[in-house]
């Protein structure tokens, strides 16, 4: 599948944190010297979440909360979208103290 995106092999390097160490952890990434790293935006979640129905090369994958980095506007500041790994869907209304997983992905282009 060529979404243009490369995601990390693991979906659980890190455990669940915070959004803020969550998107620390991203941006300080470096896998095998490959930079550039980040939290995947609302609309790139649904994509692996496809790739990840039957056989794929991804270890690690939880059934639960991973943040995204799209803030959810009306709410503030501090709100953002998580996806449901589990069960496939995207919600909102998430404070950033709260703890999830959290996947990184980066551009290939």
């Known amino acids: ?22 998107t620390s952890r991203c941006v300080s990434l470096a896998v095998d010297s490959i930079t550039g790293w ?4 609302i609309h790139e979640f649904p994509e692996i ?3 990840t129905r039957g056989e794929h090369p991804f270890e690690g994958i939880q059934g639960d909360y991973y943040w ?15 996806m449901n790994m ?3 869907s995207l ?14 992905v980066r551009n290939t282009y």
Do not use: V
């Open 1 to 22: 599948m060529q979404t243009g995106l490369m995601w990390t092999k693991n979906a659980n390097m890190f455990g669940s944190m915070d959004w803020d160490s969550a």
């Open 38 to 41: 980040r939290l995947p935006l």
């Open 49 to 51: 979440y496809g790739a």
């Open 68 to 82: 995204t980095s799209t803030h959810y506007t009306g709410y503030g500041e501090n709100i953002r979208w998580a």
């Open 86 to 88: 589990l069960a496939g």
């Open 91 to 104: 919600t909102r209304l998430h404070h950033i103290t709260n703890r999830y997983y959290i996947w990184c």
